[in-house]
């Protein structure tokens, strides 16, 4: 295997982008459609990362605007959603780090929180937690509390609290939760 190289998306990737998305969900119809959706709207803010493997994008990952409806205003947030592997690619550390890659580009944002719907286990390893101790409620109750995660950016001052709210896109492709089969 070559070395892989980790950097922000450019033009002229999407189709490869949709593609990795595509085949790494091919168990979940519709995640690609979402990607493309969230680039069409006003939650893409530009945020999207990909691992290249000479020259060839292998993994991607999307950070989009959402909000957080808090006391005093709704405040931007970010969700990192989707991460993608081109299937061939998995289970090699190239997601671990292309998300270490991508979160160090965060750093200078203005959103305070990060946040996802994951595996506990696997995305403590970036500073994930969960959300509801900290004073985070879930925008679905099918999104298992386990799952709903945050990860505190350098503007977080630390005093949010509220309810997540999605962008539309989520909702449009019923891409929130979990559902039953």
Request: net charge negative; proline share 7%; no cysteine.
């Amino acid at each position: 295997m070559g070395e892989i190289d980790y950097r922000a998306e450019e033009p002229g990737d999407e189709a490869d982008v949709h593609e990795v998305v595509r085949r790494a969900f091919s168990h979940h119809a519709g995640v690609d459609a979402l990607v493309a959706d969230l680039r069409a709207s006003d939650g893409w803010l530009g945020l999207s990362f990909v691992a290249t493997l000479d020259g060839a994008v292998v993994a991607h990952v999307a950070f989009t605007r959402s909000r957080l409806d808090a006391r005093a205003a709704l405040v931007d947030v970010l969700v990192l959603s989707p991460l993608s592997v081109a299937p061939a690619h998995q289970g090699r550390g190239i997601a671990t780090a292309l998300v270490r890659y991508a979160l160090r580009r965060l750093q200078a944002r203005p959103e305070p929180l990060v946040f996802l719907e994951g595996s506990p286990r696997y995305y403590a390893r970036f500073g994930f937690a969960p959300a509801a101790p900290v004073g985070f409620r879930r925008p679905s109750l099918r999104i298992p509390e386990a799952a709903f995660q945050v990860l505190a950016l350098p503007a977080d001052d630390g005093s949010w609290s509220g309810t997540l709210v999605y962008h539309r896109a989520f909702w449009d492709h019923d891409a929130v939760g979990l559902r039953p089969g």
